[in-house]
């Protein structure tokens, strides 16, 4: 769907489905502590109805689910999300993981500037992108700065996915600007 690079985004689909369950075996205790559809033990069922599920959200346009790829390797990486919460489809939240052994090699940074791409192309009344990062993610606040997204909020003792009491960061990536940005860089 979309490339930068050795990075490829492309929707999830059920041919990805062994290689996301390992990802997700890999980084089980990560993705569980963030992540409401990550409870343990996780299995293949989860994971398949995870996918169906995401196929039949975008399908009717509530979602788009997109698995990061190595471009060359066909490795899945890890994956990227943005849900509706306007149903005027004008305002998203993103969230992303990458699978703990291929962290800290750049490809979430790579990956988020393409599914902001895709999500304009597909979705060109989308206004608004928020990603939410808990204060103590120091990396996913540097990935959503680097794709663009600015700091709009801190909310304090919030709860995560989880029932935790958190700090959050919200980044917000404003399209208008965005697109302003891409032109500008381009030119």
């Not at 995401?54 to 060359?72: I, P, S």
């Not at 990458?98 to 500037?113: E, V």
Request: glycine residues 4%.
């Amino acid at each position: 769907m979309a490339h930068a690079g050795n990075i490829l985004v492309e929707p999830i689909t059920m041919s990805v489905e062994q290689q996301r369950m390992e990802a997700i075996e890999e980084s089980a205790e990560q993705l569980n502590e963030h992540f409401s559809w990550c409870e343990l033990p996780y299995d293949i069922h989860q994971n398949r109805l995870y996918i169906m599920e995401a196929l039949e959200q975008f399908d009717n346009r509530r979602g788009l689910y997109l698995a990061v790829m190595h471009r060359k390797t066909k490795l899945f990486l890890g994956e990227m999300a943005a849900d509706w919460v306007a149903t005027d489809e004008q305002r998203v939240n993103i969230v992303y993981w990458i699978r703990k052994q291929q962290q800290n090699n750049g490809y979430a940074s790579k990956a988020l500037p393409l599914l902001l791409t895709v999500l304009r192309a597909h979705f060109p009344l989308l206004k608004f992108a928020t990603i939410n990062v808990e204060a103590t993610n120091m990396v996913s606040m540097g990935i959503a700065e680097k794709a663009g997204a600015r700091l709009v909020s801190y909310v304090k003792n919030t709860m995560n996915a989880k029932g935790a009491l958190v700090n959050v960061l919200s980044f917000q990536v404003d399209f208008d600007k965005y697109d302003k940005a891409r032109r500008k860089k381009r030119a």
